[in-house]
Protein backbone atom coordinates (compact mmCIF):
# COMPACT_ATOMS: atom_id res chain seq x y z
CA UNK A 1 0.00 0.00 0.00
CA UNK A 2 1.03 3.54 -0.90
CA UNK A 3 1.41 6.47 1.62
CA UNK A 4 -1.45 7.95 -0.36
CA UNK A 5 -3.42 4.86 1.14
CA UNK A 6 -2.68 5.01 4.47
CA UNK A 7 -3.75 8.39 4.78
CA UNK A 8 -7.03 7.68 3.41
CA UNK A 9 -7.45 5.09 5.73
CA UNK A 10 -6.44 7.26 8.49
CA UNK A 11 -8.53 9.62 7.32
CA UNK A 12 -11.62 7.28 7.16
CA UNK A 13 -11.10 6.12 10.55
CA UNK A 14 -10.93 9.43 12.26
CA UNK A 15 -14.42 10.44 10.23
CA UNK A 16 -15.57 7.15 11.72
CA UNK A 17 -15.19 7.43 14.96
CA UNK A 18 -15.59 11.35 15.07
CA UNK A 19 -19.23 10.27 13.14
CA UNK A 20 -19.60 7.38 16.11
CA UNK A 21 -18.58 9.89 19.08
CA UNK A 22 -21.28 12.56 17.47
CA UNK A 23 -24.25 9.73 17.59
CA UNK A 24 -23.12 8.45 21.20
CA UNK A 25 -23.55 12.05 22.43
CA UNK A 26 -26.65 12.90 20.87
CA UNK A 27 -28.46 9.29 21.39
CA UNK A 28 -27.12 9.91 25.34
CA UNK A 29 -28.68 13.59 25.11
CA UNK A 30 -32.19 12.52 24.25
CA UNK A 31 -32.61 9.10 26.15
CA UNK A 32 -34.37 9.41 28.99
CA UNK A 33 -33.27 8.34 32.15
CA UNK A 34 -36.51 7.89 34.24
CA UNK A 35 -37.16 4.53 34.93
CA UNK A 36 -40.52 3.08 34.07
CA UNK A 37 -41.40 3.11 38.30
CA UNK A 38 -40.80 6.63 38.46
CA UNK A 39 -43.08 7.29 35.66
CA UNK A 40 -45.39 5.37 37.18
CA UNK A 41 -44.77 7.48 40.33
CA UNK A 42 -45.06 10.73 38.36
CA UNK A 43 -48.50 9.99 36.70
CA UNK A 44 -51.07 12.71 37.20
CA UNK A 45 -54.14 12.52 38.11
CA UNK A 46 -57.30 15.08 38.64
CA UNK A 47 -58.67 15.50 42.36
CA UNK A 48 -62.48 15.45 41.21
CA UNK A 49 -65.52 14.13 42.36
CA UNK A 50 -68.18 13.94 39.57
CA UNK A 51 -71.06 15.39 42.37
CA UNK A 52 -73.93 14.49 40.18
CA UNK A 53 -73.38 10.69 41.00
CA UNK A 54 -73.74 11.31 44.38
CA UNK A 55 -76.92 13.48 43.56
CA UNK A 56 -78.30 10.75 42.00
CA UNK A 57 -77.66 8.05 43.91
CA UNK A 58 -78.88 10.05 47.09
CA UNK A 59 -82.10 10.53 45.06
CA UNK A 60 -82.72 6.89 44.94
CA UNK A 61 -84.14 4.10 46.80
CA UNK A 62 -82.39 2.01 49.18
CA UNK B 1 5.76 7.21 -5.18
CA UNK B 2 7.60 3.71 -5.33
CA UNK B 3 6.35 1.50 -2.68
CA UNK B 4 8.21 0.83 0.38
CA UNK B 5 10.31 -2.56 0.42
CA UNK B 6 11.61 -3.42 3.68
CA UNK B 7 14.28 -6.09 4.32
CA UNK B 8 15.19 -7.36 7.56
CA UNK B 9 18.54 -6.84 7.80
CA UNK B 10 18.79 -3.38 6.62
CA UNK B 11 15.59 -2.35 7.79
CA UNK B 12 16.60 0.53 10.02
CA UNK B 13 18.84 2.02 7.48
CA UNK B 14 16.00 1.98 5.02
CA UNK B 15 13.30 3.46 7.56
CA UNK B 16 16.01 6.31 7.99
CA UNK B 17 16.19 7.02 4.26
CA UNK B 18 12.97 7.02 3.73
CA UNK B 19 11.81 9.25 6.37
CA UNK B 20 14.93 12.02 5.43
CA UNK B 21 12.55 12.54 1.93
CA UNK B 22 10.33 15.86 2.89
CA UNK B 23 6.94 14.08 1.28
CA UNK B 24 7.31 10.63 3.73
CA UNK B 25 7.93 12.71 6.47
CA UNK B 26 5.09 14.54 6.02
CA UNK B 27 2.35 11.50 4.82
CA UNK B 28 3.72 9.71 8.37
CA UNK B 29 3.13 12.94 10.07
CA UNK B 30 -0.06 13.08 8.56
CA UNK B 31 -1.10 9.41 9.08
CA UNK B 32 -0.05 9.49 12.68
CA UNK B 33 -2.11 12.46 13.33
CA UNK B 34 -5.14 11.34 12.27
CA UNK B 35 -5.06 8.01 13.88
CA UNK B 36 -4.19 9.88 17.35
CA UNK B 37 -6.75 11.86 16.88
CA UNK B 38 -8.83 8.68 16.06
CA UNK B 39 -7.54 6.94 19.25
CA UNK B 40 -7.75 9.82 21.63
CA UNK B 41 -11.36 10.87 20.04
CA UNK B 42 -12.62 7.06 21.07
CA UNK B 43 -10.96 6.25 24.27
CA UNK B 44 -10.91 9.92 26.10
CA UNK B 45 -13.41 12.30 24.08
CA UNK B 46 -16.34 9.94 23.79
CA UNK B 47 -16.37 8.91 27.47
CA UNK B 48 -16.07 12.04 29.00
CA UNK B 49 -18.58 13.67 26.75
CA UNK B 50 -20.67 11.05 26.72
CA UNK B 51 -20.73 11.24 30.49
CA UNK B 52 -21.24 14.85 30.73
CA UNK B 53 -24.05 14.88 28.71
CA UNK B 54 -25.25 11.70 30.62
CA UNK B 55 -25.38 13.63 33.60
CA UNK B 56 -26.79 16.93 32.42
CA UNK B 57 -29.58 14.68 31.26
CA UNK B 58 -30.13 13.73 34.34
CA UNK B 59 -30.03 16.63 36.31
CA UNK B 60 -33.07 17.76 33.94
CA UNK B 61 -34.70 14.24 34.39
CA UNK B 62 -34.80 14.75 38.38
CA UNK B 63 -35.78 18.39 38.09
CA UNK B 64 -38.69 17.50 35.70
CA UNK B 65 -39.66 14.30 38.31
CA UNK B 66 -39.48 16.77 41.32
CA UNK B 67 -41.73 19.13 39.16
CA UNK B 68 -44.73 16.47 38.69
CA UNK B 69 -43.68 14.85 42.18
CA UNK B 70 -44.57 18.24 43.61
CA UNK B 71 -47.73 18.81 41.36
CA UNK B 72 -48.67 15.41 42.43
CA UNK B 73 -48.40 15.93 46.21
CA UNK B 74 -50.69 19.04 46.19
CA UNK B 75 -53.04 16.79 44.10
CA UNK B 76 -53.32 14.42 46.73
CA UNK B 77 -53.57 16.57 49.32
CA UNK B 78 -56.81 18.39 47.16
CA UNK B 79 -58.03 14.76 46.89
CA UNK B 80 -57.76 13.94 51.21
CA UNK B 81 -59.72 17.31 51.42
CA UNK B 82 -62.17 16.26 49.25
CA UNK B 83 -62.63 12.55 50.35
CA UNK B 84 -63.00 14.46 53.70
CA UNK B 85 -65.78 16.48 52.72
CA UNK B 86 -67.62 13.73 50.81
CA UNK B 87 -67.11 11.18 53.18
CA UNK B 88 -70.35 10.78 53.69
CA UNK B 89 -71.48 10.56 50.11
CA UNK B 90 -68.72 7.70 49.69
CA UNK B 91 -70.47 5.38 51.85
CA UNK B 92 -73.49 5.91 48.77
CA UNK B 93 -70.74 4.72 46.44
CA UNK B 94 -70.36 1.93 48.34
CA UNK B 95 -74.11 0.84 48.15
CA UNK B 96 -74.15 1.25 44.58
CA UNK B 97 -71.25 -1.35 44.07
CA UNK B 98 -70.63 -3.11 46.75
CA UNK B 99 -67.09 -4.53 47.21
CA UNK B 100 -69.12 -8.03 47.49
CA UNK B 101 -71.84 -9.34 45.91
CA UNK B 102 -74.07 -9.13 48.48
CA UNK B 103 -77.10 -10.99 46.53
CA UNK B 104 -78.46 -12.20 49.43
CA UNK B 105 -79.37 -8.96 50.77
CA UNK B 106 -80.13 -7.46 47.07
CA UNK B 107 -82.70 -10.04 46.87
CA UNK B 108 -84.54 -9.74 49.93
CA UNK B 109 -84.82 -5.24 48.00
CA UNK B 110 -86.18 -7.61 45.22
CA UNK B 111 -89.08 -9.82 46.69
CA UNK B 112 -90.25 -6.22 49.46
CA UNK B 113 -89.82 -4.39 46.01
CA UNK B 114 -92.55 -6.74 43.94
CA UNK B 115 -94.54 -7.13 47.26
CA UNK B 116 -94.81 -3.54 47.40
CA UNK B 117 -95.93 -3.19 44.55
CA UNK B 118 -98.81 -6.18 44.86
CA UNK B 119 -97.28 -7.96 42.18
CA UNK B 120 -95.75 -12.07 43.01
CA UNK B 121 -92.80 -13.38 41.88
CA UNK B 122 -93.66 -16.78 39.81
CA UNK B 123 -89.61 -17.51 39.06
CA UNK B 124 -86.35 -16.99 39.71
CA UNK B 125 -83.13 -18.17 38.64
CA UNK B 126 -79.44 -17.18 39.15
CA UNK B 127 -76.55 -19.40 38.29
CA UNK B 128 -73.88 -17.13 39.24
CA UNK B 129 -74.72 -16.78 42.75
CA UNK B 130 -74.16 -19.23 45.46
CA UNK B 131 -75.43 -19.10 49.22
CA UNK B 132 -71.51 -20.24 50.26
CA UNK B 133 -68.77 -17.95 51.05
CA UNK B 134 -68.01 -16.30 48.41
CA UNK B 135 -64.04 -17.22 46.92
CA UNK B 136 -61.79 -14.81 46.91
CA UNK B 137 -60.76 -13.23 43.49
CA UNK B 138 -57.52 -12.37 43.45
CA UNK B 139 -57.48 -11.74 39.14
CA UNK B 140 -59.52 -8.44 37.57
CA UNK B 141 -58.94 -6.00 40.45
CA UNK B 142 -61.14 -2.97 40.14
CA UNK B 143 -62.85 -4.32 37.88
CA UNK B 144 -66.93 -4.18 38.47
CA UNK B 145 -68.40 -7.78 37.97
CA UNK B 146 -72.16 -9.08 38.27
CA UNK B 147 -74.24 -11.78 39.70
CA UNK B 148 -76.66 -12.57 36.77
CA UNK B 149 -80.19 -13.16 37.42
CA UNK B 150 -84.01 -13.70 36.05
CA UNK B 151 -87.57 -13.05 37.46
CA UNK B 152 -90.93 -13.11 36.58
CA UNK B 153 -93.37 -11.16 38.40
CA UNK B 154 -97.06 -11.52 37.94
CA UNK B 155 -99.31 -8.74 38.39
CA UNK B 156 -101.38 -6.48 36.19
CA UNK B 157 -99.47 -4.21 33.89
CA UNK B 158 -99.20 -0.77 35.95
CA UNK B 159 -98.07 -2.96 38.95
CA UNK B 160 -95.56 -4.74 37.03
CA UNK B 161 -94.24 -1.52 35.58
CA UNK B 162 -94.11 0.01 39.04
CA UNK B 163 -91.71 -3.07 40.16
CA UNK B 164 -89.26 -2.62 36.67
CA UNK B 165 -89.19 1.44 37.93
CA UNK B 166 -88.49 0.63 41.71
CA UNK B 167 -86.14 -2.11 40.55
CA UNK B 168 -84.11 0.98 38.30
CA UNK B 169 -84.52 3.22 41.13
CA UNK B 170 -82.72 1.25 43.48
CA UNK B 171 -79.10 2.41 44.79
CA UNK B 172 -77.68 -0.79 44.02
CA UNK B 173 -76.30 -0.62 40.18
CA UNK B 174 -78.50 -3.13 38.39
CA UNK B 175 -77.96 -3.57 34.52
CA UNK B 176 -80.81 -4.73 32.53
CA UNK B 177 -80.14 -7.41 30.39
CA UNK B 178 -84.09 -8.12 28.56
CA UNK B 179 -87.31 -7.27 29.33
CA UNK B 180 -90.51 -9.45 28.27
CA UNK B 181 -94.35 -8.34 28.61
CA UNK B 182 -96.05 -11.91 27.95
CA UNK B 183 -99.72 -12.91 28.43
CA UNK B 184 -100.16 -15.42 30.85
CA UNK B 185 -101.36 -19.20 30.35
CA UNK B 186 -105.95 -18.92 30.63
CA UNK B 187 -105.80 -21.17 33.61
CA UNK B 188 -108.41 -22.95 35.59
CA UNK B 189 -108.10 -20.43 38.62
CA UNK B 190 -108.45 -17.85 35.54
CA UNK B 191 -111.78 -19.43 34.26
CA UNK B 192 -113.15 -20.00 37.73
CA UNK B 193 -112.44 -16.23 38.56
CA UNK B 194 -110.20 -16.57 41.42
CA UNK B 195 -107.25 -14.76 39.44
CA UNK B 196 -107.25 -11.95 37.83
CA UNK B 197 -107.52 -12.39 33.67
CA UNK B 198 -105.11 -8.68 33.72
CA UNK B 199 -102.22 -10.57 34.85
CA UNK B 200 -99.65 -10.21 32.79
CA UNK B 201 -95.72 -11.74 33.14
CA UNK B 202 -93.25 -9.31 33.27
CA UNK B 203 -89.36 -11.27 33.09
CA UNK B 204 -86.60 -9.69 33.75
CA UNK B 205 -83.05 -10.50 33.12
CA UNK B 206 -80.55 -8.24 34.59
CA UNK B 207 -77.15 -7.93 36.77
CA UNK B 208 -76.16 -6.95 39.85
CA UNK B 209 -73.00 -5.29 40.27
CA UNK B 210 -70.06 -5.39 42.72
CA UNK B 211 -66.58 -4.28 42.53
CA UNK B 212 -63.75 -6.12 44.05
CA UNK B 213 -60.75 -4.41 44.96
CA UNK B 214 -58.79 -7.55 46.34
Known amino acids: MSNKDWLVISIITFLTVAVWTVYEIYHTAVTTTV ?16 EEVFKTLQERND | MQPIQLKPRDYKQTVRALLATEEVQAYTMAILSFFALAFFTLFAIKPTLTSFF ?3 RQIEDSKEIDRKLEMKIGALLQAQELYQQHQTDIELLDKALPSEPQFTEFLQKVERLV ?44 ENEQVLKTLMRLKRVVLLKNITFAKTELTEEKKQGTASLDDIDLSIGAGAYYLTYE
Open chain 2, 54 to 56: QLQ
Open chain 1, 35 to 50: TPVQEKLIDPFEPTFD
Open chain 2, 115 to 158: VENESTISAFASHDFSFLPPERIVNEQGKPKAVDFTFTARAPFP
